[in-house]
């Protein structure tokens, strides 16, 4: 759950939120989805590196989600 505060927080702020939000979903995901992940990677091709897959995925993730909040709906 977010806390009420950020709404009195600035945009640097949001941007913690969010990438604790998505550390917080990537190690989940590592967590408990360890049979689903790698079951993906081995379809993925050309990805040799899960790890590195991650990581440019949280980047996007980020700023997909700090634009979403710079520029609402």
């Known amino acids: 759950m ?3 505060e950020i709404a009195f927080g600035d945009l ?4 913690e939120v ?3 939000y998505i550390k917080f979903l990537v190690k989940y995901c590592l967590d408990n989805l ?9 379809r993925q091709g050309g990805q040799k590196d ?3 897959y991650l990581i440019r995925l ?4 980020l700023l997909y989600f700090c634009l979403k ?3 609402p709906d």
Request: glycine residues 0%.
């Open 2 to 4: 977010i806390e009420p």
């Open 12 to 15: 640097e702020d949001c941007m």
């Open 18 to 20: 969010v990438e604790c």
């Open 34 to 42: 360890a049979d689903d992940i790698e079951f993906f990677a081995n």
């Open 50 to 52: 899960l790890k590195e």
């Open 58 to 61: 949280k980047k996007k993730l």
């Open 69 to 71: 909040l710079m520029i």
